[in-house]
């Protein structure tokens, strides 16, 4: 099984932690990256991730970030059919970075796309086709595949 992260859920580990749903995902987002690194699933990143984190203005975040992402057991670089992929997404809807980003998964045959971006979750499961990659929330993700792993919730 594999999974890949994208920048925004990579990046939920340092955003700040104040609101509730911050602090879920990114509880989420590390328990996926524990799963990886216990060898349960396979992490895949891209060159398109490394490339998003590197304009990170923050240089301590970029640095973890960066570090973090060269742990992937593998990094994906697009081709030129990728990039027809990708193009064939947008006019479906999605932004051109998060097309690309699925257009990776789809040609890897990634099984997880992981995002915190609701709107990209929504684009994607209208332009989803047979073979596409899921693409879901982390605490989602968590929910159908580990929901031992969730934390219970205190009344």
């Known amino acids: 099984m594999d999974i890949y992260l994208d920048t925004c859920a990579l990046n939920r580990l340092s955003d700040d932690q104040t609101q509730q749903r911050i602090r879920d995902e990114a509880d989420a987002v590390q328990r996926i990256l524990d799963l990886a690194f216990a060898g349960k699933l396979r992490w ?77 979750c929504k684009a994607a499961a209208r332009a989803a086709s047979s073979g596409s990659s899921e693409v879901l929330n982390p605490v989602e993700w968590l929910q159908q595949r580990h929901p031992w792993l969730l934390p219970s919730k205190k009344p």
Not at 86 to 104: C, E, F, N, T, V
């Open 44 to 120: 895949i990143a891209s060159t398109v991730v490394q490339y998003e984190v590197g304009r990170t203005p923050d240089p301590v975040r970029r640095l973890a970030s960066l570090k973090l992402v060269d742990s992937a057991a593998e990094t994906v670089r697009p081709d030129a059919a990728t990039h027809a992929a990708a193009q064939l997404l947008m006019s479906g809807g999605l932004k051109p970075i998060d097309s690309l980003h699925l257009a990776i998964c789809n040609q890897a045959r990634i099984n997880w796309l992981i995002t915190t971006d609701d709107r990209f």
